[in-house]
């Protein structure tokens, strides 16, 4: 009966103590990454000012955060000076130099790609989430609809193909272009956003189940899928 007993308690603080790490975990981990970001720029911050000019001499005291505030304040501010055409002439220039040193110009790249990948105007190409079979059937792959295919491949293929963009873990700036048949791919509830996040994180960031989906199932092989639109034709 103490031995029940005992292994009862020890169960029960077993998961006791397993529930409040789900719920302090991540409020710790934030807040002990906040505090590492808000230093780390405060530091940054008083190396660059000169002292007569720091809070400590001017107030007599110190402002944590006040990096990260002003560095919020210098974006905005530089936001709205390339927001005209002289500030968009200098962003140009900068690029230009930027992209003359071989080295700075890689790394460059890579952080503008991503960035306009996060925050700028590319991510409205992306007009719906979709999951299709790749890279063989039986395996799953989410990719972006770009729109409908055009022109000779459309001309030469027998079904609807549509444009989908295929993004890679974790710089989603890359991936595969592919052309997928409408019938074979499936429509995901979640936005562009959730999707994103999903990929960046390789899967550890899973955004909220809607609900309104539907159970995927395999789609037909090549072979059956023609003999399957064949028999359906209506004869002219």
Do not use: C
Request: a positive charge; charged letters at 20%; zero cysteines.
């Amino acid at each position: 009966m103490k031995n029940k007993l005992n292994h009862f308690l020890e169960q029960k603080l077993k998961t006791y103590f397993i529930t409040g790490l789900l719920v302090v975990g991540p409020i710790g981990l934030t807040i002990m990454v906040v505090h590492a970001v808000v230093s780390r720029v405060d530091i940054l911050f008083y190396k660059i000012i000169p002292p007569f000019l720091q809070p400590e001499r001017l107030l007599g005291f110190k402002i944590p955060g006040l990096g990260i505030i002003i560095s919020i304040l210098l974006i905005i501010l530089t936001g709205m000076l390339t927001a005209n055409f002289i500030g968009r002439l200098a962003v140009g220039m900068f690029e230009r130099f930027m992209y003359r040193i071989p080295l700075i110009k890689s790394i460059y790249t890579l952080f503008k790609q991503v960035a306009d990948t996060t925050f700028g105007q590319e991510r409205k190409g992306f007009r719906k989430v979709v999951l299709i079979e790749y890279p063989r059937r039986g395996i799953w792959a989410i990719g972006f609809v770009t729109g409908i295919t055009k022109g000779e491949v459309q001309r030469i293929t027998d079904k609807k193909v549509i444009n989908v963009f295929l993004p890679t873990t974790p710089n989603p700036t890359s991936g595969f272009y592919i052309l997928v048949p409408e019938e074979e791919m499936v429509s995901l509830d979640m936005t562009t956003d959730e999707a994103f996040k999903l990929i960046i994180s390789g899967g550890m960031v899973v955004p909220p189940d809607k609900g309104q989906g539907i159970a995927v199932q395999p789609a037909a092989p090549p072979s059956e899928s023609r003999d399957l639109t064949a028999a359906t034709r209506t004869p002219e």
